[in-house]
């Protein structure tokens, strides 16, 4: 079945313990993307990839890593959580290299920093 | 003035009426106009994608990009209850995308 996974779903953790959420496509898609969506602000784009060791920065890339060095994988990494950072996380991935084309969303991870 | 402007709503419909769903932007070079739909607890998914004003019809879904004037829609018609959920509009040129904050519909059986 093609599909964006990401794990963990949920996370509560607590400020200045670093994290990493992981996201995996089998669609061999080339563009991904990790966004955050909170109320009031609507999904903010935090970083995206064209292609794998290919990387750059979205709307809100503050406080937040991230790296390709597969083309399936695309891991969020927190180093230092606050609590400002209490979200729900989506990563997606899109065949070809820009995001027009139909995004596949994974399920989502919220996490809470406390 | 915020790149992709999107009511949030609450709107609330009864079954069977006709939505409208709007997003206006400011920035003339976005190439590329969605609309994403999200159910409760989901990801957003794709409805429709266009890159020319105009309408494009797809069921009872329609959207409507009007480049003058900076301003895309979506209409439903014959709106059912599960067409209850957040509609996105999105749009893109090159590598970048911004979403709308998103409208929450509700339709009214």
């Known amino acids: 079945e093609a599909q964006v996974t990401q794990n963990p779903r949920y996370l509560i953790t607590v400020t200045g313990k670093k994290l990493t959420v992981t996201c995996s496509q089998n669609?061999?898609?080339?563009?991904m993307s990790w966004y955050r969506q909170d109320p009031g602000l609507g999904l903010r784009q935090i970083y995206y990839?064209?292609?794998?060791?290919?990387?750059d920065k979205g709307d809100v890339p503050e406080g937040y890593k991230v790296s390709r060095k597969e083309k399936r994988n695309f891991p969020l990494i927190l180093e230092s959580p606050s609590p400002n950072q209490t979200s729900l996380y989506f990563c997606?991935?899109?065949?070809?290299?820009?995001?027009?084309?139909?995004?596949?969303f994974g399920p989502g991870t919220r996490l809470t920093v406390l | 003035q915020k790149e992709v402007e999107q009511d949030p709503g609450p709107l609330s419909v009864p079954e069977g009426a006709i939505v409208s769903l709007n997003c206006t932007y400011s920035?003339?070079?976005?190439?590329?106009f969605m609309w994403y739909r999200q159910y409760s607890r989901k990801g957003p998914e794709l409805l429709m994608y266009?890159?020319?004003?105009g309408n494009k019809e797809d069921g009872r879904f329609t959207a409507q990009v009007d480049k003058s004037s900076k301003y895309i829609s979506l209409f439903i018609r014959d709106s059912q209850p599960s067409d209850s959920a957040t509609y996105l509009c999105?749009?893109?040129?090159?590598?970048?995308?911004?979403f709308g904050k998103g409208t929450r519909l509700h339709i009214l059986p």
């Open positions: 669609m061999n898609h080339e563009y």
């Open positions: 920035n003339s070079a976005f190439q590329y």
């Open positions: 266009t890159y020319s004003s």
């Open positions: 999105a749009m893109s040129v090159d590598d970048k995308i911004i």
């Open positions: 997606a991935s899109t065949a070809g290299g820009y995001p027009h084309n139909e995004q596949f």
């Open positions: 990839s064209m292609n794998v060791e290919v990387t």
